[in-house]
């Protein structure tokens, strides 16, 4: 399952994409605004958003794109590597 992470901490990224290749996700992480950040999230099975770490306009820009494209979107407030593991496991009751 692909995942689109929004949010956490840049020294984190490493560990993210660690936590997901655990569950047998592949995690594309995004810690900051790029350009044409709409068109670089793509089709992915979910988002994950780190709330209390990203941009008001990162959430909008990333939830409606989900809306478009009927993506489903997790929140999570803290951008720890435990919470992305827990919030990992929710997703997988959710989709499965």
Do not use: D, L
């Given at each position: 399952m692909s995942i689109i992470l929004v949010g956490g901490h840049?020294?984190?990224e490493r560990e993210y994409k660690v936590?997901?290749?655990k569950h047998g996700h592949k995690i594309k992480v995004f810690t900051k605004l790029t350009p044409r950040f709409n068109?670089?999230?793509g089709n992915p099975d979910a988002i994950v958003l780190f709330t209390s770490t990203v941009s008001h306009k990162m959430v909008h820009t990333?939830?409606?794109e989900a809306n478009?494209?009927?993506i489903?979107?997790?929140r999570c407030h803290t951008s720890s590597g435990s919470s992305l593991e827990e919030t990992l496991k929710q997703l997988q009751a959710v989709v499965c």
């Open positions: 840049e020294r984190m936590i997901g290749n068109k670089s999230i990333a939830v409606k478009k494209k009927r489903p979107v997790m």
